[in-house]
T-cell receptor
Framework: AQSVTQLGSHVSVSEGALVLLRCNYS??????LFWYVQYPNQGLQLLLK??????LVKGINGFEAEFKKSETSFHLTKPSAHMSDAAEYFC?????????????FGKGTTLSVSS | GAVVSQHPSRVICKSGTSVKIECRSL??????MFWYRQFPKKSLMLMAT?????????EQGVEKDKFLINHASLTLSTLTVTSAHPEDSSFYIC???????????FGQGTRLTVV
């Protein structure tokens, strides 16, 4: 069965600092991995996804993530935080190991950005 | 990207009444739709998977008689919370996938408050 663990329920950074949100997964099949951002009382916006191919994935708003099979990780990074990045971030893996299926979500990480 | 519209965005209902939430794929046909529930400060929990023209598949622990899901067309799925109680208050989010698609797109969510 697939599962996702997000290390750190709350991360605080200063504006302009590096953002690192950690995600580890467990999957019995090659995983499809996703990062989503959620603003208060809104749905989910896809930041980036890994399906196959290049392990360094670039997404929207300057975010990127690297799939590391040996570490079963898919950490999300951004070189320089912006105030508008403050939100809830969810890492997810496709249930059943197929693209387009239901997602198994981590518990989320709240990112705070201070000026 | 594809657009999924969820309606209403917010609803307040009295305990014992039923509430219907709609999920529409606006610019693509969705053979599969997913319904999630999000508790405050918690991750998203998959409630059920609905396939057009067939019965929904509910996750373990989700009461199918309480959360009625109908996917009568390729662009519309509905979730009806029957005989709602305060403990049903939550944020409900749907997502939809096109045939052969590798990504499911999320609606903006519905905040249900039962008083």
């Amino acid at each position: 069965a697939q599962s996702v663990t997000q290390l750190g329920s709350h991360v605080s950074v200063s504006e302009g600092a590096l953002v690192l949100l950690r995600c580890n997964y467990s999957s019995s099949v090659p995983p499809y991995l996703f990062w989503y951002v959620q603003y208060p009382n809104q749905g989910l916006q896809l930041l980036l996804k890994y399906t196959t191919g290049a392990t360094l994935v670039k997404g929207i708003n300057g975010f990127e993530a690297e799939f590391k099979k040996s570490e079963t990780s898919f950490h999300l990074t951004k070189p320089s935080a912006h105030m508008s990045d403050a939100a809830e971030y969810f890492c997810a893996v496709s249930a059943g190991g197929q693209a387009g299926t239901a997602l198994i979500f981590g518990k989320g990480t709240t990112l705070s950005v201070s000026s | 990207g594809a657009v999924v519209s969820q309606h209403p965005s917010r609803v307040i209902c009295k305990s014992g009444t039923s509430v219907k939430i709609e999920c529409r794929s606006l610019d693509f046909q969705a053979t599969t739709m997913f319904w999630y529930r999000q508790f405050p400060k918690k991750s998203l929990m998959l409630m059920a998977t609905s396939n057009e023209g067939s019965k929904a598949t509910y996750e373990q622990g989700v009461e199918k008689d309480k959360f009625l899901i109908n996917h009568a067309s390729l662009t519309l799925s509905t979730l009806t919370v029957t005989s709602a109680h305060p403990e049903d208050s939550s944020f409900y989010i749907c997502s939809a996938r096109a045939p052969g698609g590798t990504e499911a797109f999320f609606g903006q969510g519905t905040r249900l408050t039962v008083v």
